[in-house]
């Protein structure tokens, strides 16, 4: 997938908003999209159980999962349609990525929880470049490019923000708006970021 391929998918997203979001969010109509990984997304996953969430956690074949429920193992196939070229990522975070093929379908797994999510929640921490660290903040990074509302829990600031188009701004005590919601971050989650992802699901499904 290129740039091109990033806007024709955000056009299409932003033609069906609403859809969704008019329907009360309530657990037995939510899904929660993630990764069964270590750290940020296990917690979500956790989160959703507790609450009577359903969740889909894309996967692929040789990767470590924390979690089983919601399992979804990607084909070649669909893990080819999240490519991303390398060159566009370092570009647009400013890093560098390896170019190994672990690492590709990483990417390629967290493009398809940010597509199926209609709205997206991150764990990490935000960089003076307005980038979010780790590879899992280019889950935040793509939900700006699609147009979808984006939470980052900073860990070493504590606190919630939002992306409001052209900078992050605080978030007091942000709930999950859409049924359809993507929940991701870092492996190396800390006792204020398993804390805020507790807030969050107790505060929209009380």
Request: aromatic residues 10%.
């Amino acid at each position: 997938m290129r740039v091109a391929s990033v806007s024709s998918q955000a056009s299409a997203w932003n033609a069906g908003r609403g859809l969704l979001g008019s329907s009360p969010v309530l657990p037995e109509n939510c899904v929660l999209f993630s990764g069964a990984a270590q750290g940020a997304e296990s917690a979500f996953g956790a989160a959703a159980e507790r609450h009577g969430i359903d969740e889909v956690n894309f996967t692929f074949e040789g990767h470590s999962d924390a979690r089983r429920r919601g399992i979804r193992v990607l084909t070649r196939g669909e893990l080819r349609q999240g490519d991303v070229s390398l060159a566009y990522l370092t570009k647009l975070m400013h890093r560098r990525y390896p170019d190994t093929p672990l690492f590709r379908k990483v990417l390629q797994s967290i493009w398809h929880q940010v597509n199926q999510g209609r709205e997206v929640f991150v764990i990490g921490r935000i960089q003076p470049d307005q980038t979010v660290t780790g590879g899992t903040g280019v889950a935040a990074e793509f939900a700006k490019l699609f147009n979808k509302p984006v939470h980052v829990f900073d860990q070493a600031r504590d606190g919630w923000f939002r992306w409001a188009g052209d900078a992050w701004e605080a978030a007091h005590e942000p709930v999950v708006t859409e049924p359809h919601f993507c929940g991701t971050g870092t492996r190396f989650l800390e006792d204020n970021g398993r804390a805020a992802i507790d807030g969050l699901f107790a505060r929209t499904f009380r």
